[in-house]
């Protein structure tokens, strides 16, 4: 498989905003599942957003109405849009993907995942 590429990481601000993105080339078609996850040292890794084929998005309720995930087809981008960003959202932020992926409720368990970029580093100060 071809390696998932993130990137949008950096630093910023309490209240700031970063956009994450992640090269999924081949996940146009069909059924795939989509995630974000995150990680700080010592921790276990946290589901963050996820999206399915048709657009369907869940996240989990520490994110809801503060980030968005997204896909653009024609770029064959996975995003991950985050605002009001607080110091604890601090950590490794990974992309993941699989294809085929029969059920939607799926997207947010890290478990069926095998295809996972590299992670990018955020870093909120305050």
């Known amino acids: 498989q071809v390696p998932l590429v993130e990137s949008g990481g950096g630093s910023v601000q309490t209240g700031g905003s970063l956009r994450l993105s992640c090269e999924v080339p081949g996940y146009t078609w069909g059924s795939y599942c989509m995630g974000w996850f995150r990680q700080v040292p010592g921790k276990e890794r946290e589901s963050v957003a996820g999206?399915?084929?048709?657009?369907?998005?869940d996240y989990a309720s520490s994110f809801r109405g503060r980030f968005v995930v997204s896909k653009d087809d024609v770029k064959n981008t996975l995003y991950l849009q985050m605002n009001r960003l607080e110091p604890e959202d601090s950590a490794t932020y990974y992309c993941?993907?699989?294809?085929?992926?029969?059920?939607?409720?799926?997207?947010?368990?890290?478990?069926?995942?095998?295809?996972w970029g590299q992670g990018t580093q955020v870093t909120v100060s305050s």
């Open positions: 999206l399915y084929a048709d657009g369907w998005t």
């Open positions: 993941a993907a699989k294809k085929p992926c029969e059920s939607r409720y799926d997207v947010r368990r890290a478990a069926i995942y095998r295809h």
